[in-house]
């Protein structure tokens, strides 16, 4: 029931910009930490940038400076904007949603099915 799903990705040239939107369900957004992990061929995947439910942001250091993370609550929805894309930016693209689940005292996460981002000329 729990489901996030990933859009806004496509193929960009060198240089562009593009933002990912993650829509969540089946959870209570507000509380939960929100992520964004990329996967390129051949690579594990790793993360890019999380913020959490109080709006404290993380990034990776290939990405600071040039991607923000941002979350509405309202619209359950966490964004990615990336700008100044290059070639090391192609991956898929995963949401990801972490929190504590009280009841069974433990974390959990879950994840969406990811958006291609394909930076080339």
């Known amino acids: 029931q729990v489901q996030l799903v990933e859009s806004g990705g496509g193929l960009v040239q060198p240089g562009g910009s593009l933002r990912l939107s993650c829509v969540a369900s089946?959870?209570?957004?507000?509380?939960?930490?929100m992520g964004w992990y990329r996967q390129a061929p051949g690579e594990q995947r790793e993360l890019v940038a999380t913020?959490?439910?109080?709006?404290?942001?993380n990034y990776a250091d290939s990405v600071k400076g040039r991607f923000t993370i941002s979350r509405d609550n309202a619209k359950n929805t966490v964004y990615l904007q990336m700008n100044s894309l290059n070639a090391e930016d192609t991956a898929v693209y995963y949401c990801?949603?972490?929190?504590?689940?009280?009841?069974?005292?433990?974390?959990?996460?879950?994840w969406g099915q990811g958006t291609q981002v394909t930076v080339s000329s």
């Open positions: 089946g959870i209570i957004f507000r509380l939960a930490s």
């Open positions: 990801n949603s972490a929190f504590w689940d009280y009841g069974l005292n433990r974390r959990r996460d879950y």
């Open positions: 913020i959490t439910s109080g709006g404290v942001t």
